[in-house]
């Protein structure tokens, strides 16, 4: 069975500080991972994924096998993050999308 | 390129009534995806379609959930009766298709559905 698990609800962080929103995921074989995020009053949109090993908006993720997790990291936090971030796995490209509960960051000044 | 398109974008209806939703893909997208969002949760898969074929409805609860997408562009999902916990936000995604390098998912605004 396919579990993502994003153990913080809310992650607060002052502008300028390290912000890291963990994920932890479950799944028998090689699942693609994603990080989505939605802003206030926008839709849900793809941040990043783990195949195309690209930096977006200064955050990144690694894909720790071993540990099963795919955590996203940012070194320096900005207001204009903060926004609800969610995990999502995929069992293989072009398949549905299981994700996390979402973890809310706010980047405060 | 314009956005995938939901209506209505709210819905109050009183349990037991019946209640349909629709979405307009992304021009040539041939997958599309609903998905459930309770509040506080993360979107969950109802349906997928490739074209107008059904890849994924094990999540769909097929005693009072439906849904087509008939000519495999536009797609419509209906409850009927709907119940207390049906309330949520109703996600409707689509993406070119499954190619490595063309699944990206674009999601809808959703469909905000109250059930009192």
């Known amino acids: 069975a396919q579990r993502v698990t994003q153990p913080e609800k809310l992650l607060s962080v002052f502008k300028g500080a390290p912000v890291e929103l963990k994920c932890n995921y479950s799944?028998?074989?090689?699942?693609?991972l994603f990080w989505y995020v939605q802003y206030s009053r926008q839709r849900l949109q793809l941040l990043l994924r783990?195949?195309s090993r690209e930096s977006i908006k200064g955050f990144t993720a690694d894909l720790n096998k071993g540990e099963t997790s795919f955590h996203l990291k940012k070194p320096f936090a900005q207001e204009e993050d903060s926004a609800m971030y969610y995990c999502?796995?995929?069992?293989?490209?072009?398949?549905?999308?299981?994700f996390g509960k979402g973890t809310s960051l706010l980047v405060t000044p | 390129e314009a956005g995938v398109a939901q209506s209505p974008r709210y819905k109050i209806i009183e349990k037991r009534q019946s209640v349909a939703f629709w979405c307009n893909p992304i021009s040539g997208h041939a997958t599309l995806y609903w998905y459930q969002q309770i509040l506080g949760q993360g979107p969950k898969l109802l349906i997928q379609?490739?074209?107008?074929?059904?890849?994924?409805d094990s999540q769909l609860p097929k005693d009072r959930f439906s849904a087509e997408r008939l000519k495999g562009v536009d797609s419509t999902l209906k409850i009927q009766p709907a119940k207390l916990e049906d309330s949520a936000v109703y996600l409707c995604?689509?993406?070119?298709?499954?190619?490595?390098?063309?699944?990206?998912?674009?999601f809808g605004p959703g469909t905000r559905l109250t059930v009192t």
């Open positions: 995604a689509s993406s070119l298709g499954t190619m490595s390098t063309s699944y990206e998912q674009y």
């Open positions: 799944y028998s074989g090689s699942p693609e």
């Open positions: 379609f490739q074209n107008n074929g059904v890849v994924d």
């Open positions: 783990h195949i």
């Open positions: 999502a796995l995929s069992r293989n490209s072009g398949y549905a999308l299981n």
